[in-house]
């Protein structure tokens, strides 16, 4: 359960890596359990409490087709109060109307009264097959079973419970080393398929023992969520069911403080967390092989940099390319001018890591081509684009596209 394992994310000096999971902060306790969800008979049905009360933050997909729980969750955590979330795969409830409704209150009302806490206190969570009704007499016992065998060990199993094609563990914690004294983070999350840089397809979770208002947490959330969820794309399809929660009960006995230095340590901590959860996804990409970081630089405006990143990042060309270890700028080059279609001849400089393949829009000789063969095998590739327009820069991060990603998704019913 490594988080820091891409080289696009670098742990702060004040964080140290730590075993654990969701319930390495004090005071939290979780469990996952089989309630016949996936025909597998894999663990499908997570439960997570903390046994304070918690300030918590959250952050829900956007998208008009917004799957019940996630409809259910945004009702009631708008306080920011949220001690607790049950989780489940193997079903989406999406577009399951109003008894999709109903079930998704159900599962909170059940859950937080055998957690012993009050129903606005639990926030649900779904992910699976969109479309079916949630089968509730499964969910139940389920919830029951996950209520009886919750424990600070049960982090695994909460973060195993929740998975759908997810190859990859993407669970881990840290301790932060503040002047006030230590906290701990703990996360994990689920996501392969369906991620689109406007919040990653995924269900995310952050425990912390820290001190926080509501209002610190959610700039911290929005924060962090902006240089990473939001920044990765596997397929550029938004998911009916993304949602991230960030809940902190303050068992350390650290409190944290708006504008003080370790609320800003604290905050890079929680980003780094993220951006590993985010980066994890990425590589986790449904057949996915490579993880390329795209650096737009030199661009008019943000929203230019933007738009010009996302354009690269959501094309089957490029992609298709890096599967294929090919080296091929000039699809790049279409996809920076498709983005800024109009406007003046482009004359953006490419580079893929050290290597220079373009200069002011014109092809650049490479001489001998073993350092550019031996950076299209690695797993991880930076590329840098100059479009020399501006001051304003943007970066992205997004996966090959391979056969598998087709068989998968060709054969997978979403």
């Not at 060309?317 to 091929?328: D, E, I, K, P």
Request: charged fraction near 15%.
């Amino acid at each position: 359960m490594n988080l820091f394992r891409s080289r696009f994310v670098k742990m702060p000096s004040h964080v140290i890596e730590q075993p654990g999971s969701l319930t390495a902060p004090l005071g939290y306790a979780a469990s996952g359990v089989s309630c016949g969800l996936k025909n597998s008979g894999r663990l499908d049905l997570g439960l997570l409490v903390s046994r304070a009360s918690c300030a918590s933050a959250e952050l829900y997909t956007t998208n008009a087709a917004a799957a019940a729980p996630i409809r259910y969750s945004r009702e009631k955590t708008a306080a920011g109060r949220v001690r607790g979330v049950v989780a489940n795969s193997g079903s989406a409830n999406a577009c399951t109307g109003g008894r999709g409704f109903a079930a998704a209150e159900q599962m909170a009302v059940q859950a937080a009264e055998l957690c012993g806490i009050e129903p606005d206190g639990m926030a649900v969570a779904s992910t699976g097959v969109i479309g079916g009704q949630l089968e509730t007499d499964l969910v139940s016992a389920g919830i029951d079973a996950a209520a009886a065998s919750l424990s600070a060990s049960g982090g695994g199993a909460f973060a195993e419970a929740i998975k759908t094609t997810d190859r990859i563990d993407k669970e881990g914690a840290v301790s932060v080393m503040l002047a006030a004294g230590e906290v701990r983070i703990g996360a994990c999350a689920k996501g392969a398929g369906m991620i689109a840089p406007s919040m990653a397809t995924m269900l995310a979770f952050v425990t912390t023992d820290a001190g926080a208002s509501p209002e610190l947490l959610k700039g911290m959330l929005k924060q962090a969520a902006a240089s990473s969820f939001n920044l990765v794309s596997v397929d550029g399809d938004m998911s009916t069911n993304d949602c991230v929660f960030l809940l902190a009960n303050g068992a350390s006995g650290v409190e944290l403080h708006p504008g003080s230095p370790d609320a800003g340590l604290f905050a890079d901590a929680v980003q780094a967390v993220c951006k590993s959860l985010a980066l994890k996804m990425v590589a986790d990409g449904e057949g996915a092989t490579k993880v390329v970081e795209l650096k737009v630089t030199g661009a008019a405006s943000p929203e230019e940099a933007d738009r010009v990143a996302r354009s690269v990042a959501g094309s089957t060309l490029v992609r298709t390319a890096f599967y294929g270890s090919n080296a091929n700028w000039g699809r790049i080059m279409g996809s920076l001018g498709a983005a800024l279609a109009g406007g003046p001849a482009l004359a953006a400089d490419i580079f893929y890591e050290d290597v220079c393949l373009a200069q002011a829009g014109e092809a650049v000789e490479v001489a001998g081509g073993g350092r550019l063969a031996w950076i299209m095998s690695q797993p991880e590739i930076s590329v840098g684009v100059d479009l020399h327009r501006g001051a304003s820069a943007q970066t992205v991060y997004f996966s090959d596209l391979t056969h598998d990603y087709v068989t998968l998704n060709a054969e997978y019913t979403t």
